[in-house]
């Protein structure tokens, strides 16, 4: 009786905190929820030498975070350093670093240790893509985008998240896709790495929350095509409900994310009814929305940055 008694107890907790959660999650979704203070944060944005990278740069620096750079490649990035100096960044330093290199990431990091501290704010942002259908992707070229898209994820948190662990206190961005919830095709290798980055990201995720470290907090963002040439030549068939987006609008929403530390962030916001689709409807009836919104065709005019 005592049994019945007790887990009767544990059930009504269980539906009453899963009801507060929800009615909080509705509350925030009609009020904007508090801004968290970034200013002194130490931000290693990677990718930072272009498109969302760099905005997101010029975003921190005017929040007085310090900021870490690392790109690739080394011009663009010294550009974004210096577009941050002038945005109001009082620390900026700079990196020029492959993240698809394991030992680079991880001299980079201890570099980063020794020149400027912890880093408590982590993004990783650095993406790459290769445009082709499957059978005509070279291998080295489908390597690359799971180094660069997925795997630097992993080297950087082996670096990065033990300090915050440490001082119970962080923050991981995951720049995946909507490449990363759904499938397309002319996109599998990088649809299958950025479906790795957000698997990823999740399960840390979770880890960090049954060993109570709620103090580490993770936002997965995951925006359709964004005009910074990475997608160029790519459409969209249904411009009201999945329009190519703004770098400067998907980086405002995707800084607004982080500093209401949300955890999903999709964009635009018909995705979240996209996915709720997917997860009911049968595949057939999923192939003719695909087909009635051009998604097949999204790829067909791909032709990718232009080399600088
Ligand atoms: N543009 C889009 O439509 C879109 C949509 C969804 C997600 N994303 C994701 O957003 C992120 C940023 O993309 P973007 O649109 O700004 O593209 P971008 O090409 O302008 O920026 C990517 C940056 O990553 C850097 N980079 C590439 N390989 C690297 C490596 N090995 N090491 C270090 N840096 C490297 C590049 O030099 C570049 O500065 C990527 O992860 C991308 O997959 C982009």
Redesign the pocket.
């Known amino acids: 009786m005592s049994i019945n008694l007790e887990s009767m107890k544990e059930l009504l907790i269980f539906l009453g905190k899963s009801l507060f959660s929800v009615l909080e999650a509705l509350v925030f979704t009609l009020i904007s929820k508090p801004q968290k203070n970034v200013a002194g944060e130490i931000v290693l944005i990677?990718?930072?030498?272009?498109?969302?990278?760099?905005?997101l740069a010029l975003q921190f620096a005017r929040l007085g975070s310090v900021l870490v750079l690392?790109?690739?490649?080394t011009e663009?990035?010294e550009k974004t350093c210096q577009m941050a100096l002038e945005a109001g960044a009082t620390r900026v330093y700079t990196y020029t670093?492959?993240?698809?290199?394991k030992e680079e990431v991880y001299r980079m990091a201890e570099q980063v240790k020794k020149d400027v501290g912890d880093v408590s704010i982590l993004i990783?942002?650095?993406?790459?893509?290769t445009g082709k259908k499957f059978p005509d992707c070279p291998d080295e070229l489908m390597e690359?985008s799971f180094?660069?898209?997925f795997k630097?994820h992993l080297w950087t948190y082996k670096a990065f998240l033990p300090a915050m662990i440490a001082k119970n206190h962080g923050h991981l961005v995951c720049?995946?896709?909507?490449?990363g919830l759904v499938g397309v095709n002319g996109l599998a290798d990088?649809c299958a790495s950025?479906f790795a980055a957000l698997g990823f990201a999740e399960s840390v995720l979770l880890e960090m929350h049954v060993q109570n470290y709620r103090g580490i907090k993770t936002t997965i963002?995951?925006?359709?095509?964004?005009?910074?040439?990475?997608?160029e030549g790519?459409t969209t068939g249904c411009p009201t409900l999945l329009p190519?987006?703004e770098?400067e609008y998907?980086v405002q929403k995707i800084v607004e994310a982080i500093l209401q530390e949300k955890v999903y962030l999709y964009l635009p916001k018909f995705l979240y009814f996209l996915m709720f689709l997917k997860s009911f409807l049968p595949i057939k009836t999923g192939l003719l929305i695909g087909d009635y919104l051009g998604i097949f065709q999204a790829m067909d005019g791909f032709t990718g940055?232009k080399k600088v």
């Open positions: 990677t990718g930072s030498g272009s498109g969302l990278g760099r905005l690392w790109d690739i490649h663009g990035n670093c492959d993240c698809s290199q990783n942002n650095a993406g790459i893509v690359k180094d660069v898209n630097a720049i995946s896709s909507s490449a990088y950025k963002i995951c925006p359709f095509f964004i005009k910074t040439g990475m997608f790519c190519i987006l770098p998907a940055k």
